[in-house]
Antibody, heavy 120, light 111 residues
Framework: QVTLKESGPVLVKPTETLTLTCTVSGFSLSNARMGVSWIRQPPGKALEWLAHIFSNDEKSYSTSLKSRLTISKDTSKSQVVLTMTNMDPVDTATYYC????????????WGQGTLVTVSS | QSALTQPASVSGSPGQSITISCTGTSSDVGGYNYVSWYQQHPGKAPKLMIYEVSNRPSGVPDRFSGSKSGNTASLTISGLQAEDEADYYCSSYTSSSTHVVFGGGTKLTVL
């Protein structure tokens, strides 16, 4: 059974750095056909893809947020970590991690999401 | 602004059929048969409904179908049910460095 679970702070202050962890089970981060993406959704708004990482450490970032994002993985811990620097209230959103297929970029399993609020 | 264009809303009555469009470019929707569709109920995570344009994952009712023509993909829901009321998002593989793009989402209302 494939599961993904996000963890991290629920509240961050403006200018702080956000660190989110996605812990996966039911598949390995060394699987060549799979990777993990981070996707966010501000309240009442659309999904926004942020970044992904594959088993060969291939990484991709949203063009608009690239300078603020870093994605990494610890295969032994089955964890993918996303950091976002210089947080702003507009970054308030539910952050999801999802499993992505390498060849067709479909997201077949999603975490439940974690709401992060940026406020002083 | 989302890379793929979807109508903001569609509606239909129970039992009817509706279609949601998703328009991109030759660099994404038109260039590859790698379009996916997701259903999202309020407060819930998205759920994969269609992948590779027209394939349904196990457990998705066959009332849901997908197609593509040129740079536009479509999701059709036939025999609308109240439980189909949700937001629907398309996504596509893209040849750009990001590898994936989303649509802006469509709110389906079952009247």
């Amino acid at each position: 059974q494939v599961t993904l679970k996000e963890s991290g702070p629920v509240l961050v202050k403006p200018t702080e750095t956000l660190t989110l962890t996605c812990t996966v089970s039911g598949f390995s981060l060394s699987n060549a056909r799979m990777g993990v993406s981070w996707i966010r959704q501000p309240p009442g708004k659309a999904l926004e893809w942020l970044a992904h990482i594959f088993s060969n450490d291939e990484k991709s970032y949203s063009t608009s947020l690239k300078s603020r994002l870093t994605i990494s993985k610890d295969t032994s811990k089955s964890q993918v970590v996303l950091t976002m620097t210089n947080m702003d209230p507009v970054d308030t959103a539910t952050y999801y991690c999802a499993r992505i297929h390498y060849y067709d970029s479909r997201f077949d399993y999603w975490g439940q999401g974690t709401l992060v609020t940026v406020s002083s | 602004q989302s890379a793929l264009t979807q109508p903001a809303s569609v509606s239909g009555s129970p039992g009817q059929s509706i279609t949601i469009s998703c328009t991109g470019t030759s660099s994404d929707v038109g260039g590859y048969n790698y379009v996916s569709w997701y259903q999202q109920h309020p407060g819930k995570a998205p759920k994969l409904m269609i992948y590779e344009v027209s394939n349904r994952p196990s457990g998705v009712p066959d009332r849901f179908s997908g197609s593509k023509s040129g740079n536009t993909a479509s999701l059709t829901i036939s025999g609308l049910q109240a439980e189909d009321e949700a937001d629907y998002y398309c996504s596509s593989y893209t040849s750009s460095s990001t590898h994936v793009v989303f649509g802006g989402g469509t709110k389906l209302t079952v009247l």
